[in-house]
């Protein structure tokens, strides 16, 4: 009889083991990145939060007293041209990265493996490189006394130098650099996981390339689109060392605008609202980009 009672035992006994095992190395597998996360993402927005509420002395001190005056002083008259300003040049270098991302994403998805992985690899190594080298190398190649200008003008294209940057301009430029990789990968995404099967059946009906393109490739990579212009619309908001070495800060821009608050005017509390503010308006787009059928992952990628 104990035989019977032990050989019944062993297998709960196994399969009580086998599932401790399993959620130690989930736990193993989680706690690490969870404790990353806490470190590093959670308790610094923590931090931001609690300090946009706080309040400031003559000096530039922190003052733990609550109060909501940050938030008024973030939609005074003179922050709300920064907003807008910088929205406007957000959503300028948003549609230039669209323009230019599109046709790419879609000439590289109709390529083979071999021939995808080599055009994204282009497309992903520079990101690499320091970002501050790269926008100096496109001021070497666009400054008056530059590459480009002294060469059209002894062809004589030119008379005078033309200003390519230290102006919006300018500041558009770096941003469609540095962002238009964040606009190909989801695209990319999207337009590679099309059916095939689709487009034929399409062709074998008569439509025509616009009309596939009007009616089955953009609806279906729509996804990709939205998500692409979240990925360049957001940072472009706070990317504030473009506009210094692009603009030559002839234009402030949000990341300015709450880098000069920590740094130079020394009101971390206002900076902190600003911040606070910027972070609410990108969830919006993203529960905006959810509700309209979008996946999280393609904000990452494959």
């Known amino acids: 009889m104990e035989k019977s009672i032990d050989s019944e035992n062993v297998p709960i006994t196994k399969t009580k083991s086998h599932y401790f095992s399993k959620t130690l190395i989930k736990w193993g ?4 990145i ?26 530039g001190g922190i003052v733990y007293k609550f109060t909501l005056s940050n938030f008024a002083q973030v939609f005074a008259g003179q922050n ?31 390529k083979g493996p ?12 520079p ?42 301009g300018g500041i558009v430029l770096g941003m469609v650099y540095l962002l238009l990789m964040f606009m190909i990968i989801p695209i990319f995404n999207s337009l590679d996981r099309i059916d095939h099967n689709l487009i034929e059946a399409a062709e074998d009906l008569g439509a025509t390339k616009w009309q596939i393109l009007k009616e089955i490739v953009i609806p279906l990579s729509k996804p990709g689109i939205f998500a692409g212009c979240i990925m360049v619309f957001i940072p ?14 002839t234009s402030t821009m949000m990341g300015n605008l709450i880098e000069n608050q920590f740094q130079t005017s020394r009101n971390w509390p206002l900076g902190s609202a600003i911040s606070v503010m910027l972070i609410v308006l990108t969830l919006v787009l993203l529960v905006l980009f959810q509700r309209r059928g979008g996946d999280m992952a393609d904000l990452g990628g494959r």
């Not at 597998?29 to 690490?32: C, D, E, G, S, Y």
């Not at 071999?114 to 190594?125: H, P, S």
């Not at 666009?142 to 940057?165: A, D, F, Q, W, Y």
């Open 114 to 125: 071999v021939a995808k992985t080599i055009l994204m690899a282009l497309v992903v190594v």
């Open 236 to 249: 472009s908001l706070g990317y504030f060392f473009v506009s210094d070495v692009m603009g030559g800060g």
């Open 29 to 32: 597998q989680i706690l690490p």
């Open 127 to 168: 990101s690499v490189s320091n970002s501050l080298v790269r926008l100096f190398s496109w001021i070497t190649l666009l400054r008056k006394t530059g590459v480009v200008n002294t060469t059209l003008e002894h062809l004589g294209i030119i008379h005078h130098p033309l200003s390519m940057v230290y102006n919006t």
């Open 80 to 110: 709300l041209k920064i907003y807008a300003q910088s929205i406007g040049i957000g959503a300028v270098s948003t549609v230039v990265c669209l323009l230019i991302a599109y046709p790419f994403a879609m000439f590289i998805a109709q």
């Open 34 to 59: 969870s404790i990353w996360m806490l470190l590093l993402v959670v308790i610094p927005l923590m931090y931001v939060l609690i300090m946009s509420f706080m309040s400031r002395d003559f000096y």
